[in-house]
C-alpha cells in the first residue's frame, strides 16, 4: 500500500484484541504513534509492550465519556495529538430475539456500540478542529442496512453508528475532518466465536474459513488514511467489494 504515517497519531478503540489489535500493529508499521485504548488494561499494555516506544496503554470504558475524554487527554499528552481516530470497539453478546432480550443488557450494547462511537468522536472532535483536521474511520457492518435474527442491539447499533459517520461529515467536512466508516464483512476474531455458539440465525451457521482474518480489516483501515478514499467520505466502504480488496493490495 505503501501509505506512510510518520509523525502521525492514531488512537483505536477496542484494541485489547482482534481488529483492534491488529490495527494497532498495523499503524504502527506505517510508522504512526499509537494509542491503545480497551477495558483490559492487562491486554492493551501487553500490546503496548510488544509494540514500543510508539504505543500507549489507555485503559477506558468507552461507555463512559468522562473516560473516553480523559483517554484523549493522555493520547494528546504522551504523543502531542491526534490524527487518526479509530472507533473499533463492539460487543454483540447477548444475542436474544426482542421478547426474550434482557433490557439492561439490551442498553449496554447500545452504551458501547452507539454512545462509545459517539464518545469517541466527540472528545477527539476538539483537538483535531484545533489541529485543522483529521480523520475519524468506525468500524461498520452490513447489519446496519438490514435485520438479522436476535441482533435488534447489533443492527440497531450498527445503523446508528453509520449515521453518526454522515453527521460527523455534514457537520465537520469543510473544517478537514474525513469521517468514513469500513464494513468488514465476518472477520475471524472473538465475536464470531460468540456468535457461533449463539446457534441463531444463518451467519452462526458460517463455517470459520468464511470469515476473512482481522489483519485485512487492519490494512484497510490504514488505507483509509490515504487520498485513495476521498471519494467514501461520509460514507461506507465494503471490504467484500473486490476492487475494494485489490486496492488494499489483499488477495
Given at each position: 500500500m505503501g501509505v506512510d504515517?510518520?509523525?502521525?497519531?492514531?488512537l483505536i478503540t477496542g484494541a485489547s484484541r482482534g481488529i483492534g489489535a491488529e490495527a494497532?500493529?498495523?499503524?504502527?508499521?506505517?510508522?504512526?504513534?499509537?494509542?491503545?485504548?480497551?477495558r483490559s488494561a492487562?491486554?492493551?499494555?501487553?500490546?503496548?509492550?510488544?509494540?514500543?516506544?510508539?504505543?500507549?496503554?489507555?485503559?477506558?470504558?468507552?461507555?463512559?465519556?468522562?473516560?473516553?475524554?480523559?483517554a484523549v487527554a493522555k493520547c494528546v499528552e504522551a504523543h502531542g495529538g491526534l490524527d487518526v481516530l479509530v472507533n473499533n470497539a463492539g460487543v454483540i453478546e447477548p444475542?436474544?430475539?426482542?421478547?426474550?432480550?434482557?433490557?439492561?443488557?439490551?442498553?449496554?450494547v447500545i452504551d458501547i456500540n452507539l454512545k462509545g462511537v459517539f464518545h469517541g468522536m466527540r472528545a477527539a472532535l476538539p483537538v483535531m478542529l484545533d489541529n485543522g483536521g483529521g480523520t475519524?474511520?468506525?468500524?461498520g457492518s452490513g447489519a446496519a442496512h438490514g435485520p438479522v435474527e436476535a441482533w435488534s442491539h447489533y443492527c440497531s447499533s450498527k445503523a446508528g453508528a453509520l449515521m453518526l459517520t454522515r453527521m460527523l461529515d455534514?457537520?465537520?467536512?469543510?473544517?478537514?475532518?474525513?469521517?468514513?466508516?469500513?464494513?468488514?464483512?465476518?472477520?475471524?476474531?472473538?465475536?464470531?466465536?460468540?456468535?457461533?455458539a449463539s446457534g441463531?440465525?444463518?451467519?452462526?451457521?458460517?463455517?470459520?474459513?468464511?470469515?476473512i482474518p482481522p489483519e485485512w480489516v487492519a490494512r484497510a483501515?490504514?488505507?483509509?488514511?490515504?487520498?485513495?478514499?476521498?471519494a467514501y467520505r461520509g460514507g461506507e466502504i465494503s471490504l467484500r467489494d473486490e476492487d475494494v480488496r485489490k486496492a488494499v493490495g489483499l488477495t
Open positions: 504515517l510518520g509523525g502521525k497519531t492514531v494497532a500493529r498495523a499503524f504502527a508499521a506505517a510508522g504512526a504513534k499509537v494509542a491503545l485504548v480497551a492487562e491486554a492493551v499494555a501487553d500490546l503496548a509492550g510488544e509494540i514500543g516506544e510508539q504505543a500507549v496503554a489507555i485503559p477506558c470504558d468507552i461507555a463512559r465519556y468522562w473516560e473516553m475524554e480523559q444475542v436474544a430475539h426482542m421478547a426474550d432480550a434482557d433490557p439492561a443488557a439490551w442498553g449496554e475519524v474511520l468506525t468500524i455534514k457537520e465537520y467536512r469543510d473544517k478537514g475532518i474525513r469521517a468514513l466508516s469500513l464494513s468488514p464483512g465476518t472477520v475471524a476474531t472473538q465475536m464470531q466465536r460468540e456468535i457461533k441463531i440465525n444463518p451467519v452462526s451457521q458460517l463455517d470459520w474459513s468464511d470469515h483501515l490504514v488505507w483509509m488514511c490515504s487520498d485513495a478514499v476521498d
